[in-house]
């Protein structure tokens, strides 16, 4: 039979945990998943060709040539991926019982919503395989390290926490009076939890996380992009993930910070951007000259291809997105 959906794994250094991820991935889908994973450069020693030895012949495992983070490894498995819709998940997750009808609902929707983004809610697993509580989506953001500094916090999606969906609105002021949705779905301003699907024509169109090198925004950068393209993320509030939450692997402060700056460079304009560096520069001036010595080449002609594929004023809301950071800078400094 032909199959209709690739789940994509970025993993480093993960050991038993991958195994196990496939195991439960393989078991709820009863066989009808196909898998990429990608190696992002694990030097742990261990054999995961070996390891996986019982998904022989299941699975396609790549290697990247490079420590190049999650975005940029699951932009490698997608430029591999055959199927109509992908599944990205890390190698620490899998579906409890309970949604084990996971495939055939992710599939559907995403025929249903070719052109969206689509996540779910989250639950906590332990080592030992034990599902914690469930959370709704969204408010996984309260997970981000709270900061004082405001463009750190907007860059990590806590502007997105001040927002109203039943008004129609939230912090982008995105119309949702025109969403006729059933009821378990729900747009959502950022998908989070490491579980997203859709299909891998619009993810393309988008250019994915192009752009993106080292840990780090992908998934307040993929949500951006939906948003401002005219599409949506949309959270199955009846599904569920289970996700072991960890200190990320080999985080470089620096490279995080410069992940940040690509974030502002691809997707701002460049009045929206000196705003957001200016403000940048003001709480790490550090990172100026590195940033003004960088080769931003790349990431300039990303922008450009960009406003191609957004929609007719989509500035009017990054423009919200940077009024909200200076908005949350002048409430800081007046206290």
Same mark, same amino acid.
């Given at each position: 039979?032909?199959?209709?959906?690739?789940?994509?794994?970025?993993?480093?250094? &993960?050991?038993? +945990?991958?195994?196990?991820?496939?195991?439960?991935?393989?078991?709820?889908?009863?066989?009808?998943?196909?898998?990429?994973?990608?190696?992002?450069?694990?030097?742990?020693?261990?054999?995961?060709?070996?390891?996986?030895?019982?998904?022989?012949?299941?699975?396609?495992?790549? %290697?990247?040539?490079?420590?190049?983070?999650?975005?940029?490894?699951?932009?490698?498995?997608?430029?591999?991926?055959?199927?109509? @819709?992908?599944?990205?998940?890390?190698?620490?997750?899998?579906?409890?019982?309970?949604?084990?009808?996971?495939?055939?609902?992710?599939?559907?929707?995403?025929?249903? @919503?070719?052109?969206?983004?689509?996540?779910?809610?989250?639950?906590?697993?332990? &080592?030992?395989?034990?599902?914690?509580?469930?959370?709704?989506?969204?408010?996984?953001?309260?997970?981000?390290?709270?900061?004082?500094?405001?463009?750190?916090?907007?860059?990590?999606?806590?502007?997105? +926490?001040?927002?109203?969906?039943?008004?129609?609105?939230?912090?982008?002021?995105?119309?949702?009076?025109?969403?006729?949705?059933?009821?378990?779905?729900?747009?959502?301003?950022?998908?989070?939890?490491?579980?997203?699907?859709?299909?891998?024509?619009?993810?393309? +169109?988008? %250019?994915?996380?192009?752009?993106? +090198?080292?840990?780090?925004?992908?998934?307040?950068?993929?949500?951006?992009?939906?948003?401002?393209?005219?599409?949506?993320?949309?959270?199955?509030?009846?599904?569920?993930?289970?996700?072991?939450?960890?200190?990320?692997?080999?985080?470089?402060?620096?490279?995080?910070?410069?992940?940040?700056?690509?974030?502002?460079?691809?997707?701002?304009? %460049?009045?929206?951007?000196?705003?957001?560096?200016?403000?940048?520069?003001?709480?790490?001036?550090?990172?100026?000259?590195?940033? &003004?010595?960088?080769?931003?080449?790349?990431?300039?002609?990303?922008?450009? @291809?960009?406003?191609?594929?957004?929609?007719?004023?989509?500035?009017?809301?990054?423009?919200?997105?940077?009024?909200?950071?200076?908005?949350?800078?002048?409430?800081?400094?007046?206290?």
């Amino acid at each position: 039979m032909k199959k209709n959906l690739t789940i994509i794994i970025p993993f480093c250094n &993960e050991g038993d +945990r991958l195994r196990r991820t496939i195991r439960n991935l393989t078991l709820t889908s009863s066989g009808m998943a196909q898998f990429i994973i990608v190696n992002d450069c694990s030097d742990d020693g261990i054999d995961y060709h070996e390891l996986l030895h019982e998904y022989t012949g299941k699975y396609i495992m790549l %290697h990247t040539k490079e420590p190049s983070g999650c975005g940029a490894a699951r932009d490698i498995g997608m430029q591999h991926c055959t199927t109509p @819709y992908f599944l990205l998940m890390d190698a620490h997750m899998g579906f409890p019982v309970m949604y084990a009808d996971w495939y055939k609902k992710i599939t559907a929707l995403c025929r249903k @919503y070719p052109n969206d983004l689509l996540t779910m809610r989250t639950m906590g697993l332990t &080592e030992e395989g034990k599902v914690r509580a469930c959370y709704q989506h969204s408010i996984g953001l309260k997970w981000m390290p709270a900061k004082k500094d405001s463009i750190y916090n907007v860059l990590c999606g806590t502007w997105m +926490r001040d927002y109203d969906w039943a008004a129609g609105q939230c912090a982008m002021q995105i119309p949702m009076a025109d969403m006729a949705l059933p009821s378990n779905i729900m747009p959502t301003p950022i998908v989070m939890g490491a579980a997203y699907a859709g299909s891998v024509a619009q993810w393309e +169109r988008l %250019h994915g996380l192009r752009g993106l +090198r080292g840990y780090g925004f992908d998934e307040q950068f993929i949500s951006l992009k939906y948003w401002c393209s005219g599409n949506r993320c949309l959270c199955i509030t009846d599904l569920a993930a289970a996700h072991i939450y960890q200190v990320p692997h080999k985080r470089n402060y620096c490279d995080y910070l410069l992940q940040s700056v690509r974030v502002i460079k691809i997707l701002f304009n %460049h009045e929206q951007q000196k705003r957001l560096l200016e403000r940048f520069f003001g709480y790490f001036p550090d990172m100026q000259k590195v940033v &003004e010595q960088a080769d931003w080449s790349m990431e300039e002609e990303e922008n450009l @291809y960009l406003r191609s594929c957004f929609m007719d004023g989509y500035e009017k809301y990054l423009d919200n997105v940077v009024k909200i950071l200076i908005g949350t800078e002048n409430e800081n400094s007046s206290k």
